[in-house]
T-cell receptor, first 112, second 112 residues
Framework: AAGVIQSPRHLIKEKRETATLKCYPI?????VYWYQQGPGQDPQFLIS???????DKGSIPDRFSAQQFSDYHSELNMSSLELGDSALYFC???????????FGPGTRLTVL | DAKTTQPNSMESNEEEPVHLPCNHS???????IHWYRQLPSQGPEYVIH???SNVNNRMASLAIAEDRKSSTLILHRATLRDAAVYYC?????????????FGKGTHLIIQP
């Protein structure tokens, strides 16, 4: 069965650089979520989109932005990167009303 | 958001049943009880969810107290592959794309 695809899987950036993470949801899934998981921490919700519109917002820094495109893929744009942004970034997708989310393998971002 | 409380860690032997408790005394009448787990180096994975009645699926069973203030995830026959952090999460009725609020979770250790 098709799963959520995230690219790249690993990314190394310098402080103050920008990064773009991509997420391709499971086919026919209309909702995308982004989560951040710092080292030794639990996943933290950042933002979600339903039918290309922002739906819910968590603890996403102002330096980050995201959008969902017409083909339902989503991109998380991160600017002015800080050391503390080093984390695993998970994308999840969902269809239907029961909020069962399917998570991707994550992108590991390292900021040097 | 209604909060959940879980033990930090639990240990069990392989091929024995495991009962993972979760307290959610402030749950509202429309909150669903979801369980996700996160295996090492992987994204979270949906396990099961329920509203009022006990639920069974191929992975686990969910027993919900009559007053809904607590629930128990039951793994009927634990294997080494079940070693993971298990999260009990409350969600709304599913009409929106609300993000999941991960708490501390229970680190399940399976002994061979």
């Amino acid at each position: 069965a098709a799963g959520v695809i995230q690219s790249p899987r690993h990314l190394i950036k310098e402080k103050r650089e920008t990064a773009t993470l991509k997420c391709y949801p499971i086919p026919r899934h209309d909702t995308v979520y982004w989560y951040q998981q710092g080292p030794g921490q639990d996943p933290q919700f950042l933002i979600s989109f339903y039918e290309k519109m922002q739906s819910d917002k968590g603890s996403i820094p102002d330096r980050f932005s995201a959008q969902q495109f017409s083909d339902y893929h989503s991109e998380l744009n991160m600017s002015s990167l800080e050391l503390g942004d080093s984390a695993l970034y998970f994308c999840a997708s969902r269809v239907g009303a029961y909020n069962e989310q399917f998570f991707g393998p994550g992108t590991r971002l390292t900021v040097l | 958001d209604a909060k959940t409380t879980q033990p930090n860690s639990m240990e069990s032997n392989e091929e024995e049943p495991v009962h993972l408790p979760c307290n959610h005394s402030t749950i509202s009448g429309t909150d669903y009880i979801h369980w996700y787990r996160q295996l090492p180096s992987q994204g979270p994975e949906y396990v099961i969810h329920g509203l009022t009645s006990n639920v069974n699926n191929r992975m686990a069973s969910l027993a919900i107290a009559e007053d809904r203030k607590s629930s128990t995830l039951i793994l009927h026959r634990a294997t080494l592959r079940d070693a993971a952090v298990y999260y009990c999460i409350l969600t709304g009725s599913g009409g929106g794309a609300d993000g999941l609020t991960f708490g501390k979770g229970t680190h399940l250790i399976i002994q061979p």
